[in-house]
């Protein structure tokens, strides 16, 4: 079986783009809350008794748009902390959303990977209605 190589160059540029727009777009989200917790895992019994140890992780809460995500990231070392200007309420960040995961870029380009653990409706801000104007 002979293929043309005329036709073979004709599919292969019609499927390079496609490639291209799976990617998703960044967005911009703003930071709701950041804190800092634990979770405690046993690590093995000794005559009945658990030895365990605190596993650090973050919960960080973003909302884009009318949407708050929740999300958790475990460090790989315990001294690995987030950038300093997450930890400020009302934080603009760049992230990217997937289906489970949502991806914040830190502020020198890498991404770091949160699990959404929830996802929750915030009703859009009301506008405050404007006093009457006196009549003349």
Known sequence: ????????????????????????????????????????????????????????????????????????????????TLPGEWMVPGAEVRLRLEKHYMFLTRPEGRELQFEITKRSAVAPAQKKPEPPSPKQ
């Open 1 to 80: 079986m002979k293929r043309n190589p005329i036709t073979v160059l004709l599919v292969f540029l019609l499927w390079v783009p496609g490639l291209y727009a799976v990617e998703k777009q960044y967005q911009t989200g703003k930071v709701v809350n950041l804190e800092q917790k634990s979770r405690t895992r046993i690590l093995y019994y000794q005559v009945d008794t658990p030895i365990t140890k605190d596993d650090p992780y973050y919960q960080i809460s973003v909302q884009v748009q009318d949407t708050v995500y929740v999300g958790q990231y475990a460090p790989r070392h315990s001294a690995d």
